[in-house]
């Protein structure tokens, strides 16, 4: 009796396991075919955009379907980052610090552009200088 539960135990078992590594195969090719597909549409979007636009407004040369892709890629690179860090981070900084805190950045901010408190009334102008 013991020996029939454990097969049936494992058998249950192999069957989950089965099952989830079918899952996680399909998951991986349908992740490369949509990567696959975002970036052809992606590359011939910005090979057609740029064909379009750039010799005649700038009279640069048309590009080709993998000097476009390259385009997407850099932009990415340069614009975009790699991951969700830098955006979600910089939009959480403002609700993690107390009002002080933020009124004080502010104040620093303010002082180092230049565009501190006004000048008491009583302190000399720029114009009063000469």
Avoid: Y
Wanted: charged share 25%; aromatic share 10%.
């Amino acid at each position: 009796m013991e020996k029939q539960i454990e097969q049936e135990f494992g058998q249950r078992v192999a069957r989950s396991v089965a099952k989830r590594i079918a899952k996680w195969i399909a998951i991986s090719i349908a992740a490369i075919i949509a990567i696959t597909i975002f970036i052809f549409l992606g590359g011939k979007i910005v090979q057609l955009l740029w064909n379009w636009l750039m010799p005649m407004l700038f009279g640069l040369r048309e590009v080709t379907f993998w000097q476009a892709v390259g385009l997407l890629a850099l932009s990415r690179i340069l614009f975009g980052g790699f991951g969700r860090g830098g955006g979600q981070r910089s939009r959480r900084w403002g609700r993690d610090i107390s009002s002080e805190e933020r009124e004080r950045f502010r104040q620093r901010m303010r002082n180092r552009c230049g565009m501190g408190p006004e000048p008491p009334e009583n302190s000399p102008q720029p114009a009063d200088l000469h």
